[in-house]
């Protein structure tokens, strides 16, 4: 399968943007979707992650709260609504997609097969 995320973009501190990833390929709804990032320097994080199996949603806790995680598998799309945005969250966001079910594997970036391109976004204060 092959991921396009979009959505990135410059906020300011407070504000939302909603990311989508839209997938190709006709399996997109046996596939957990997740969103991780990456900061400059730095390893990519787990962000949340949806199973493909009862939309179970998991979500780093620095996140919690503030962004959400859905699927509209009619549109072969995954979506990550974020809220609230600090400086912090300043980074390239990726989307990425398992053929794991099982919630607990899919913090672990090593547990994902696909990967799009990654989008940037960037957070004024």
């Known amino acids: 399968v092959q991921l396009q995320a979009s959505g990135g973009g410059l906020v300011q501190a407070g504000g939302s943007l909603r990311l989508s990833c839209a997938a190709s390929g006709r399996t997109f709804s046996r596939y957990s979707m997740g969103w991780f990032r990456q900061f400059p320097g730095k390893e990519r994080e787990f962000v949340a992650a949806i199973t493909w199996v009862g939309g179970s949603k998991v979500y780093a806790d620095s996140v919690k709260g503030r962004f959400t995680i859905s699927r509209d598998n009619s549109k072969n799309t995954a979506y990550l609504q974020t809220s609230s945005l600090s400086p912090e969250d300043t980074a390239v966001y990726y989307c990425?997609?398992?053929?794991?079910?099982?919630?607990?594997?899919?913090?672990?970036?090593?547990?994902?097969?696909?990967w799009g391109q990654g989008t940037l976004v960037t957070v004024s204060s």
């Open positions: 990425a997609a398992s053929n794991l079910d099982g919630s607990t594997h899919l913090f672990t970036a090593r547990n994902y097969a696909y």
